[in-house]
C-alpha cells in the first residue's frame, strides 16, 4: 500500500522560476523517507505541496490511494489527515506539556495524552511548561503534539537542526524508536545527509527543484560512488569516507 504518490509535481512562486519541477515519486506506508538538499532546493516547497499550504502550479499529489491535489481538485490541509511539524517545534509557551498534547483533541483526552506521554518517554513531565524541558524534550512532545491527531503522514521540517550536535545522535535513534514502534510513515527533511543515514530507510535527493536520485539506504555506498551524484551533491563527495561507514555500520 502506498501511503504518498506524487506525479509530475511543479511549483513556481513568481510564474518563471521553479521552486519545483516535474517531481514524481511514491513512499510505502510504514516507510520513512528523508529528503535532503541544499538550502534553497525546494525542500519545504514539497513539504508544503504535500500539507496543502501551498497549491502546486502542475501536478498530482495522492495520499493512501486518494486524490488530494491535481489541476481540478483541491483538499484543504485539514482534510489530508497529514501532520505537519514544524522546525522551531513551536510549543504554547503558556499551556503544559499535557496541555500542549491535548490542544486539538476534543475527546478522551485524557487517555490519549497518557498514552504519548508514555509513547515519548516523558510520562513524568505531563504538569512541566516548554521552557523547563530540554531542546530534546520539547521536540518530543512537538511530535506527540501532532500524532494526537492520528495523522496517516507525519511531516517534519528540519528537525534536528537547531539541536546541539552531541544530542543530536541519540534523539534521531529515539525518534526512529517511536515511530518505527508506532509504524508511523514518515517524511522529514534535512541538510545532513547522517540524519537521514541514521533514521530512514530511504532517501530522496532534491537538487534545485529536480529529485537527482531517489533511493533506499541500503544503496547509499552506490550513490558515493556515483559520478554525477558527487558532482550535484557537494554533501556526498565530502563525507564520502563517513558515508559509507554509517551504512555498513547498518
Ligand atoms: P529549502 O527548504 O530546500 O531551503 P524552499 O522550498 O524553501 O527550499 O525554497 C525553494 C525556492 O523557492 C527558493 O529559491 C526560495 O527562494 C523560493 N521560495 C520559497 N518560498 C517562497 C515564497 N513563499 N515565495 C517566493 N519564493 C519562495
Ligand atoms: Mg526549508
Do not use: W
Request: glycine share 6%; net charge positive; proline share 2%.
Amino acid at each position: 500500500m502506498k501511503i504518498l504518490e506524487i506525479n509530475d509535481l511543479s511549483k513556481s512562486y513568481d510564474g518563471k522560476n521553479n521552486a519545483l519541477k516535474d517531481c514524481s515519486f511514491s513512499i510505502e506506508s510504514g516507510k520513512i523517507c528523508a529528503i535532503v538538499g541544499e538550502s534553497g532546493s525546494g525542500k519545504s516547497t514539497l513539504l508544503k505541496l504535500i500539507a496543502g499550504l501551498e497549491r502546486p502550479s502542475a501536478g498530482q499529489i495522492k495520499i493512501k490511494g486518494k486524490v488530494v491535489s491535481n489541476d481540478d481538485i483541491i483538499v484543504s490541509p485539514q482534510k489530508r489527515n497529514v501532520g505537519l511539524v514544524f522546525q522551531d517545534f513551536a510549543l504554547f509557551p503558556h499551556l503544559t506539556v499535557k496541555e500542549n498534547i491535548s490542544f486539538g483533541l476534543k475527546k478522551d483526552k485524557t487517555k490519549k495524552v497518557d498514552e504519548l506521554l508514555k509513547k515519548i518517554k516523558m510520562e513524568g513531565y505531563g504538569n512541566r511548561y516548554p521552557s523547563e524541558l530540554s531542546g530534546g524534550q520539547e521536540q518530543r512532545v512537538s511530535i506527540a503534539r501532532t500524532l494526537a491527531l492520528n495523522p496517516e503522514l507525519l511531516l517534519l521540517d528540519e528537525p534536528f537542526s537547531s539541536l546541539d550536535t552531541n544530542l543530536k545522535s541519540d534523539l534521531r535513534q529515539e525518534i526512529k524508536q517511536i515511530i518505527k514502534y508506532i509504524g508511523q510513515s514518515m517524511i522529514f527533511i534535512t541538510h545532513d545527509i547522517f540524519d537521514a543515514l541514521d533514521i530512514a530507510d530511504e532517501i530522496i535527493f532534491l537538487k534545485e527543484g529536480n529529485i537527482i536520485r531517489h533511493s533506499s539506504i541500503k544503496n547509499t555506498y552506490k550513490d558515493v560512488e556515483n559520478e554525477y551524484l558527487k558532482k550535484s551533491m557537494k554533501e556526498l563527495k565530502l563525507n564520502a569516507e563517513r558515508i559509507l561507514k554509517a551504512v555498513n555500520n547498518k
